[in-house]
Protein backbone atom coordinates (compact mmCIF):
# COMPACT_ATOMS: atom_id res chain seq x y z
CA UNK A 1 0.00 0.00 0.00
CA UNK A 2 2.70 2.35 0.76
CA UNK A 3 4.83 1.66 -1.91
CA UNK A 4 1.93 2.60 -4.23
CA UNK A 5 1.01 5.89 -2.66
CA UNK A 6 4.42 6.15 -3.58
CA UNK A 7 4.34 5.10 -7.20
CA UNK A 8 1.10 7.79 -7.38
CA UNK A 9 3.23 10.58 -5.91
CA UNK A 10 6.29 10.20 -7.76
CA UNK A 11 4.36 9.63 -11.70
CA UNK A 12 1.42 11.58 -12.94
CA UNK A 13 -1.32 9.68 -13.53
CA UNK A 14 -2.02 8.45 -16.98
CA UNK A 15 -5.89 9.52 -17.12
CA UNK A 16 -4.90 12.96 -17.48
CA UNK A 17 -3.71 12.46 -20.79
CA UNK A 18 -1.09 12.93 -23.08
CA UNK A 19 -0.58 16.63 -22.92
CA UNK A 20 -1.33 16.88 -18.68
CA UNK A 21 0.63 13.94 -17.87
CA UNK A 22 3.84 15.72 -19.71
CA UNK A 23 2.80 19.29 -18.12
CA UNK A 24 2.63 17.02 -14.51
CA UNK A 25 5.86 15.07 -15.70
CA UNK A 26 7.74 18.17 -16.47
CA UNK A 27 6.36 20.27 -13.02
CA UNK A 28 7.68 17.38 -10.76
CA UNK A 29 10.82 17.57 -12.50
CA UNK A 30 11.50 21.52 -12.06
CA UNK A 31 10.90 20.58 -8.24
CA UNK A 32 13.19 18.08 -7.82
CA UNK A 33 15.55 20.42 -9.18
CA UNK A 34 16.40 21.04 -5.74
CA UNK A 35 17.44 17.39 -5.00
CA UNK A 36 20.35 17.70 -7.99
CA UNK A 37 21.69 20.95 -6.17
CA UNK A 38 21.78 19.35 -2.73
CA UNK A 39 24.27 16.38 -4.81
CA UNK A 40 26.66 18.81 -5.74
CA UNK A 41 28.54 15.19 -7.67
CA UNK A 42 25.68 15.20 -10.13
CA UNK A 43 25.35 19.08 -10.88
CA UNK A 44 29.09 19.29 -11.51
CA UNK A 45 28.60 16.28 -14.44
CA UNK A 46 25.43 18.04 -15.78
CA UNK A 47 27.14 21.39 -15.68
CA UNK A 48 30.53 19.55 -17.45
CA UNK A 49 28.77 17.89 -20.02
CA UNK A 50 27.12 21.03 -20.90
CA UNK A 51 30.06 23.42 -21.16
CA UNK A 52 32.09 20.47 -23.42
CA UNK A 53 28.77 20.56 -25.40
CA UNK A 54 29.22 24.02 -25.73
CA UNK A 55 32.88 24.07 -26.73
CA UNK A 56 32.43 21.44 -29.42
CA UNK A 57 29.39 22.89 -31.00
CA UNK A 58 31.66 26.10 -31.56
CA UNK A 59 34.68 24.28 -32.50
CA UNK A 60 32.69 22.62 -35.26
CA UNK A 61 32.08 26.03 -36.68
CA UNK A 62 35.62 26.84 -36.91
CA UNK A 63 37.10 23.49 -37.44
CA UNK A 64 33.95 21.95 -39.41
CA UNK A 65 36.52 18.87 -40.97
CA UNK A 66 38.24 18.24 -37.68
CA UNK A 67 37.99 14.61 -37.40
CA UNK A 68 39.29 15.18 -33.27
CA UNK A 69 35.89 17.14 -33.44
CA UNK A 70 33.77 14.37 -34.64
CA UNK A 71 34.55 11.84 -32.81
CA UNK A 72 34.10 14.08 -29.72
CA UNK A 73 30.94 15.36 -30.85
CA UNK A 74 29.73 11.76 -31.53
CA UNK A 75 30.66 10.70 -27.73
CA UNK A 76 28.85 13.89 -26.02
CA UNK A 77 25.86 14.31 -28.70
CA UNK A 78 27.72 17.94 -28.66
CA UNK A 79 25.85 18.22 -32.37
CA UNK A 80 22.37 17.60 -31.09
CA UNK A 81 20.33 20.78 -31.90
CA UNK A 82 22.54 22.04 -34.71
CA UNK A 83 20.34 21.34 -37.77
CA UNK A 84 17.07 21.20 -39.28
CA UNK A 85 15.86 24.69 -37.80
CA UNK A 86 13.74 25.25 -35.00
CA UNK A 87 12.62 21.40 -34.72
CA UNK A 88 16.10 20.13 -35.10
CA UNK A 89 16.57 22.80 -32.43
CA UNK A 90 14.36 21.33 -29.79
CA UNK A 91 15.03 17.62 -30.50
CA UNK A 92 18.63 18.53 -30.23
CA UNK A 93 17.50 20.27 -26.57
CA UNK A 94 15.38 17.17 -25.35
CA UNK A 95 18.43 15.34 -26.50
CA UNK A 96 20.96 16.51 -24.85
CA UNK A 97 18.83 16.47 -21.13
CA UNK A 98 18.52 12.86 -22.33
CA UNK A 99 22.13 12.25 -22.98
CA UNK A 100 22.91 14.15 -19.24
CA UNK A 101 20.47 11.95 -17.40
CA UNK A 102 21.60 8.98 -18.59
CA UNK A 103 25.37 10.00 -18.05
CA UNK A 104 24.43 10.63 -14.20
CA UNK A 105 23.03 7.36 -14.08
CA UNK A 106 25.83 5.52 -15.44
CA UNK A 107 28.33 7.20 -12.68
CA UNK A 108 25.69 7.78 -9.83
CA UNK A 109 23.43 4.76 -9.51
CA UNK A 110 21.63 6.34 -6.61
CA UNK A 111 20.23 8.71 -9.12
CA UNK A 112 18.20 6.02 -10.47
CA UNK A 113 15.41 4.60 -9.60
CA UNK A 114 15.11 1.44 -8.09
CA UNK A 115 13.91 -1.89 -10.17
CA UNK A 116 10.27 -2.99 -8.33
CA UNK A 117 11.20 -6.46 -7.21
CA UNK A 118 7.55 -7.35 -6.54
CA UNK A 119 6.63 -6.77 -10.51
CA UNK A 120 4.51 -9.68 -12.22
CA UNK A 121 5.49 -11.75 -15.20
CA UNK A 122 4.73 -10.52 -18.22
CA UNK A 123 1.69 -12.47 -19.77
CA UNK A 124 1.03 -13.25 -23.71
CA UNK A 125 -1.04 -10.04 -24.63
CA UNK A 126 -3.30 -9.60 -27.70
CA UNK A 127 -1.99 -7.39 -30.75
CA UNK A 128 1.47 -7.62 -29.48
CA UNK A 129 3.20 -7.70 -33.38
CA UNK A 130 1.08 -4.07 -33.93
CA UNK A 131 2.44 -2.64 -30.88
CA UNK A 132 6.06 -3.55 -31.86
CA UNK A 133 5.28 -2.01 -34.62
CA UNK A 134 4.16 0.93 -33.30
CA UNK A 135 7.02 1.30 -30.86
CA UNK A 136 9.78 0.46 -34.27
CA UNK A 137 7.18 3.98 -35.77
CA UNK A 138 7.57 5.63 -32.93
CA UNK A 139 11.60 5.76 -32.48
CA UNK A 140 12.23 6.00 -35.92
CA UNK A 141 10.09 9.44 -35.70
CA UNK A 142 11.66 10.04 -32.24
CA UNK A 143 15.30 9.74 -33.91
CA UNK A 144 14.95 11.56 -36.15
CA UNK A 145 13.53 14.26 -34.22
CA UNK A 146 16.09 14.07 -31.80
CA UNK A 147 19.39 14.09 -33.89
CA UNK A 148 17.87 16.73 -36.50
CA UNK A 149 18.88 15.16 -39.58
CA UNK A 150 19.77 11.38 -38.52
CA UNK A 151 23.29 12.10 -39.22
CA UNK A 152 25.89 9.21 -38.15
CA UNK A 153 27.66 12.15 -35.76
CA UNK A 154 24.52 12.84 -33.71
CA UNK A 155 23.56 8.73 -33.40
CA UNK A 156 24.99 8.08 -29.98
CA UNK A 157 21.64 9.35 -28.99
CA UNK A 158 19.86 6.48 -30.57
CA UNK A 159 22.38 4.18 -28.49
CA UNK A 160 21.50 6.45 -25.24
CA UNK A 161 18.00 5.68 -26.14
CA UNK A 162 18.44 2.00 -26.71
CA UNK A 163 19.90 1.71 -23.17
CA UNK A 164 17.13 3.79 -21.59
CA UNK A 165 14.44 2.15 -22.93
CA UNK A 166 15.88 -1.32 -21.76
CA UNK A 167 15.69 0.11 -18.20
CA UNK A 168 12.55 0.97 -18.41
CA UNK A 169 11.24 -2.57 -19.04
CA UNK A 170 13.55 -3.43 -15.35
CA UNK A 171 10.57 -1.18 -13.96
CA UNK A 172 7.10 -1.35 -12.82
CA UNK A 173 6.40 2.44 -13.54
CA UNK A 174 8.74 5.31 -15.47
CA UNK A 175 7.90 8.06 -17.51
CA UNK A 176 7.73 6.45 -20.58
CA UNK A 177 5.55 3.75 -19.56
CA UNK A 178 2.81 6.29 -18.30
CA UNK A 179 3.53 8.60 -21.51
CA UNK A 180 2.41 6.03 -24.04
CA UNK A 181 -0.46 4.81 -21.09
CA UNK A 182 -1.30 8.60 -21.06
CA UNK A 183 -3.00 8.11 -25.12
CA UNK A 184 -5.32 5.64 -23.74
CA UNK A 185 -6.17 7.93 -20.99
CA UNK A 186 -4.80 4.99 -18.67
CA UNK A 187 -6.94 2.34 -20.54
CA UNK A 188 -3.69 0.30 -21.60
CA UNK A 189 -2.17 -1.59 -19.44
CA UNK A 190 1.65 -1.49 -18.37
CA UNK A 191 1.85 -5.11 -19.92
CA UNK A 192 0.95 -3.57 -23.70
CA UNK A 193 2.76 -0.46 -22.63
CA UNK A 194 5.94 -2.37 -22.38
CA UNK A 195 5.75 -4.21 -25.74
CA UNK A 196 6.00 -0.43 -27.46
CA UNK A 197 8.90 -0.13 -25.28
CA UNK A 198 10.54 -3.07 -26.29
CA UNK A 199 9.55 -1.66 -30.36
CA UNK A 200 10.92 1.28 -29.96
CA UNK A 201 13.95 -0.50 -28.88
CA UNK A 202 14.00 -1.94 -31.99
CA UNK A 203 13.51 0.98 -33.75
CA UNK A 204 16.10 3.05 -32.04
CA UNK A 205 18.27 0.45 -33.23
CA UNK A 206 17.43 0.91 -37.06
CA UNK A 207 17.81 4.45 -37.00
CA UNK A 208 21.49 4.14 -35.80
CA UNK A 209 21.86 1.77 -38.54
CA UNK A 210 19.84 3.70 -41.14
CA UNK A 211 22.47 6.79 -40.16
CA UNK A 212 25.45 4.28 -41.71
CA UNK A 213 23.99 5.08 -44.81
CA UNK A 214 21.34 8.09 -45.34
CA UNK A 215 20.15 11.11 -43.35
CA UNK A 216 17.78 13.70 -43.59
CA UNK A 217 13.88 12.65 -43.02
CA UNK A 218 13.86 9.24 -44.20
CA UNK A 219 12.88 7.48 -40.66
CA UNK A 220 10.38 10.33 -40.22
CA UNK A 221 8.68 9.17 -42.96
CA UNK A 222 9.35 5.08 -42.67
CA UNK A 223 8.21 5.84 -38.82
CA UNK A 224 4.98 7.46 -40.46
CA UNK A 225 3.81 4.44 -42.74
CA UNK A 226 4.82 1.77 -39.92
CA UNK A 227 2.77 3.63 -37.72
CA UNK A 228 -0.18 3.68 -39.74
CA UNK A 229 0.43 -0.26 -40.77
CA UNK A 230 -0.15 -0.89 -36.86
CA UNK A 231 -2.72 1.32 -36.55
CA UNK A 232 -4.74 -0.52 -38.87
CA UNK A 233 -3.77 -3.98 -37.38
CA UNK A 234 -4.70 -3.10 -34.03
CA UNK A 235 -7.97 -1.77 -35.71
CA UNK A 236 -8.66 -5.56 -36.38
CA UNK A 237 -8.74 -6.96 -39.80
CA UNK A 238 -12.81 -7.59 -39.10
CA UNK A 239 -13.26 -3.64 -38.89
CA UNK A 240 -10.83 -3.05 -42.13
CA UNK A 241 -12.67 -5.28 -44.12
CA UNK A 242 -16.19 -4.03 -42.51
CA UNK A 243 -14.78 -0.72 -43.01
CA UNK A 244 -13.55 -1.10 -46.85
CA UNK A 245 -16.90 -2.99 -47.86
CA UNK A 246 -19.02 -0.43 -46.23
CA UNK A 247 -16.65 2.17 -48.41
CA UNK A 248 -17.08 0.15 -51.78
CA UNK A 249 -20.86 -0.09 -51.23
CA UNK A 250 -20.87 3.84 -50.85
CA UNK A 251 -19.23 4.37 -53.92
CA UNK A 252 -21.55 1.94 -55.97
CA UNK A 253 -24.41 3.76 -54.47
CA UNK A 254 -22.51 7.47 -55.84
CA UNK A 255 -22.15 5.97 -58.89
CA UNK A 256 -25.56 4.35 -59.88
CA UNK A 257 -26.81 8.09 -58.34
CA UNK A 258 -24.45 9.45 -60.64
CA UNK A 259 -25.40 7.62 -63.87
CA UNK A 260 -29.40 7.56 -63.06
CA UNK A 261 -29.36 11.67 -62.75
CA UNK A 262 -26.91 11.79 -66.26
CA UNK A 263 -29.45 9.14 -67.77
CA UNK A 264 -32.21 11.65 -66.54
CA UNK A 265 -30.07 14.66 -67.90
CA UNK A 266 -29.49 13.39 -71.35
CA UNK A 267 -33.56 12.33 -71.21
CA UNK A 268 -34.31 16.19 -70.69
CA UNK A 269 -31.87 17.37 -73.43
CA UNK A 270 -33.37 14.67 -76.08
CA UNK A 271 -37.22 15.70 -75.38
CA UNK A 272 -36.10 19.68 -75.43
CA UNK A 273 -34.41 18.81 -79.10
CA UNK A 274 -37.76 17.35 -80.01
Known amino acids: MTQAIKNKINFPDPVMGPIGFTAASFKAAISGIGSIIKKPKILITTIFISV ?108 TAIAACARTLKKKDGFLVGFICSFTKGRMTRGRAKKVIKGMIFGFLLGVLSSLKFKGVLCYMAGAVIIAAASILLMGIKRVVAGTAA ?24 WEKE
Do not use: C, D
Request: charged share 15%.
Open 52 to 159: LQAVLSYLKIFMPFSVAVTYASFFTFAQGGMYAGLIGAVGGIIGKGIYAWFINTLFFPSFKNKKNKNELKETKLRGGFALLMAGIGIALIAYNFLTGNASLENSVIGI
Open 247 to 270: LFIMWIRVEMTGRKHLSWQLQRHW
